[in-house]
């Protein structure tokens, strides 16, 4: 059992939650995830590792209440316990001295970029941030990226903070004043990360991008996170999640995505029903 020490409520959404995991906090580099299964019998999900504490022994955990499982988490106060929580895991982010990277966040991936952001300023790059979601109240972390990055660029789909639009017409407009960029990292839906590397490919700027697809035992056993990457079958938690985004097969991604729609909706209704 792990303790949740603290929790709130980031935006409608949103949760952010800190737990004593010293271990983890120890082991844990920029870009790894962990799985967690909140109470017995529930289901395994993976989840960045937002932030950690190595003082205190905390991780920070911020997700988004999308079904059943982050619903259940969600459920659980600050003071209770998660059943099982296992990590870090996944292929922490190449971090070096490029030059200038551009690292791009978008909903929920706003908070996961936090520690990559981190890492590759103390590693001496230039950083500039880009963030973007849906409407002012989704710009998770705004003041902690803004002190973590040497500049932060803002978008929400409607302007009602910062440009109007996407992270991907703010990417065009850094890529059209030609200013040199060495490597763009984004994290977020896969419209967004699709997007992004097709603003970069035809500039033969590196882009790298941390796939989402659904994941089970998460060690590299079941395959179900498998994707495509350069024609070649990858498992996205064991080799990944950061893969080079020119190399894969969005259209694959999105399609293993979407079958387990309607039993993913009965599960959430269920535990909807069950919590009230
Ligand atoms: C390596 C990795 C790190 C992640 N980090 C975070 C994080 O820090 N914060 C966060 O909020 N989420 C993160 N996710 C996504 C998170 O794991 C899913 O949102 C979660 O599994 C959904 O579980 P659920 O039972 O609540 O919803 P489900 O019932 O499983 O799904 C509800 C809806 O969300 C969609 N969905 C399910 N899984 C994913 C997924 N992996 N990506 C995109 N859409 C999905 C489904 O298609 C469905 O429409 C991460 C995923 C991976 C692979
Ligand atoms: S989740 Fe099972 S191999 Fe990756």
Redesign the pocket.
């Known amino acids: 059992m792990v303790k949740i020490l603290k929790k709130e409520r980031l935006a409608e959404n949103?949760s952010r939650i800190i737990v004593a995991a010293p271990h983890i906090a120890k082991a844990a580099k920029p870009g790894q995830?962990i799985v967690i299964i909140p109470t017995e019998n529930a289901?395994r999900?993976?989840?960045?590792i937002?932030d950690k504490d190595l003082e205190k022994g905390t991780i920070s955990?911020?997700?988004?209440?999308?079904?059943?499982?982050?619903?259940l988490l969600d459920s659980i106060p600050a003071g209770g316990e998660i059943a099982h929580l296992l990590g870090p895991l996944?292929v922490p982010s190449h971090i070096e001295k490029f030059g200038t990277v551009v690292v791009i966040g978008g909903g929920?991936g706003i908070?996961?970029i936090y520690p990559v952001v981190k890492g590759l300023k103390e590693a001496g790059n230039k950083v500039v941030t880009i963030i973007g979601a849906r409407c002012k109240e989704m710009l998770v972390y705004q003041e902690e990226l803004r002190i973590a990055s040497s500049e932060l660029k803002v978008t929400t789909d409607n302007g009602a903070c910062g440009r109007k639009g996407f992270v991907s017409d703010e990417l065009k407009d850094m890529i059209a004043t030609g200013e040199k960029i060495d490597l763009v990292i984004a994290v977020g839906?896969?419209p967004m990360m699709r997007v992004c590397c097709d603003v970069t490919k035809p500039h033969g700027i590196k882009t790298m991008v941390?796939?989402?697809?659904?994941?089970l035992d998460a060690t590299g056993m079941c395959g179900v996170?498998r994707v495509s990457v350069g024609g070649q079958t990858k498992f996205?938690?064991v080799e990944?999640?950061e893969f080079d985004g020119h190399q894969v097969d969005f259209a694959d991604l999105v399609a293993r995505?979407?079958p387990?729609?309607d039993v993913?909706?009965k599960?959430?209704d269920h535990v909807c029903r069950l919590l009230k």
């Open positions: 949103i995830f289901e999900i993976p989840l960045t937002a955990i911020i997700f988004q209440i999308v079904g059943a499982t982050t619903k996944g929920v908070a996961e839906p896969v941390s796939l989402n697809p659904i994941m996170c996205a938690c990944g999640p995505l979407k387990y729609k993913e909706k599960a959430f």
